[in-house]
Structure formats: structure tokens, C-alpha cells
């Protein structure tokens, strides 16, 4: 899947399994996907400081890996299930 919003590009492969849990916590609709999930958690966690951008990866659980784009600041970001899919 892929997908883009507010200049950020995430291109997501495989499943979380604890999406439905993941859509409540970052208020998303139930209809969002991965790919959304994982650039709004981006963001949220981006501008609330102290926190690093790649502390989304240990709220996500099941198969996946992800590359993430951050145009407005340049930011590549790159992670894998602890399998590494």
C-alpha cells in the first residue's frame, strides 16, 4: 500500500494486528488503513516532543515493514516487524 498526506510518503507492506486498537488511540476512522495509521502516528509523535519519530514502531504488532518519506524535513524513515519482513 501506499499513500501520501501533508507531504509525507509511506509505502507499507503486510498487516498490523492491533490496527482496530491503534485507529482508537490516534482517533483515526475505522475505515483508515495502515498506511494512514502509520503517517498520522508519524506526525503526532513528530511534533509532540520529546518524543523520537520511530517510537511508533513499538505500538505496532504483527508483519510489516514500512519506508516512510518526511518531505518537509527530510527524514527517511525505514522499519521492519522484528522478523524483518
Partial sequence: MFGVKDEIFCMFEGAL??????????GLAKSANEVVLVIEAYKALRDRAPYPPNH??????????????????????????????
Wanted: net charge positive; no cysteine.
Fill in 17 to 26: 494486528d492491533n490496527l482496530g486498537r491503534l485507529r482508537q488511540q490516534y
Fill in 56 to 85: 511508533v514502531v513499538g505500538h505496532l504488532s504483527g508483519s510489516f515493514a514500512f519506508i516512510l518519506f518526511d518531505k518537509s524535513t527530510s527524514n527517511l524513515f525505514v522499519a521492519s516487524d522484528q522478523f524483518g519482513k
